[in-house]
């Protein structure tokens, strides 16, 4: 067969085109394998729904705010645009990954004999369990599309995360800067598959 050509319309629909022009809506299917993988939300944007970040990326790093980190003004042409970083990507499929807990993590305040540790902390790193959930709906995705290409990111490369799954449509960006979610609140974690 000939291979799948992938289009993200819009409205944050994946769809797969192959044989002959046959296109299958594969949003919903990705959804429903993205909470059976363990994943909270799934959302799909097009790279080229950013069209602000690099200009805003550009006057931060030149205005010195990015203080030491001298690794973001490196690597803003990346950072700033995804495609840059992959030119063949036509969508990112933005993943949260809920890590609030059960119980009010304040309480544990109230216990001297106990340390207080960041409640992201508190379990496996994050990068590990998410990437790996992340390569388990790549495998899916692959089957599911045909000839796909995928690349899978967890805070571990110069992608515009936040503002991608703003664009996606898992939250919008608080004046904290962190991803806010209507159901998620602010503790998740965020990856991507491109």
Known sequence: GCPARHDVPRSGTLRTERNGGRVQDLTAALKREAAEVGFSDCRVA?????????????????AGYHGQMGWLAERTAWRGDP?????????????????????????????RDRGAVS?????????????KRLKRLARWLI??????????????????????????GLGWQGKHTN??????????????TF
Do not use: C
């Open 119 to 131: 409640v992201y902390a508190r379990h496996r790193d994050y990068h590990d369990v998410v990437k």
């Open 143 to 168: 089957a599911a599309a045909g000839e796909a290409e995928v690349k899978v990111f967890v805070d571990t490369a110069p992608v515009a995360e936040k503002p991608l799954g703003q664009a996606a």
């Open 46 to 62: 097009r790279v080229a729904d950013l069209p602000e970040v690099m200009s805003r990326l550009q006057a931060f790093v030149g």
């Open 83 to 111: 495609q840059a970083l992959w030119p063949e990507a036509k969508s990112v499929i933005m993943l949260a990954e809920n890590y609030g807990p059960d119980e009010n993590p304040l309480d544990l305040l109230e216990r």
């Open 179 to 192: 991803l806010v979610s209507q159901d998620l609140g602010s503790w998740f974690f965020i990856g991507s």
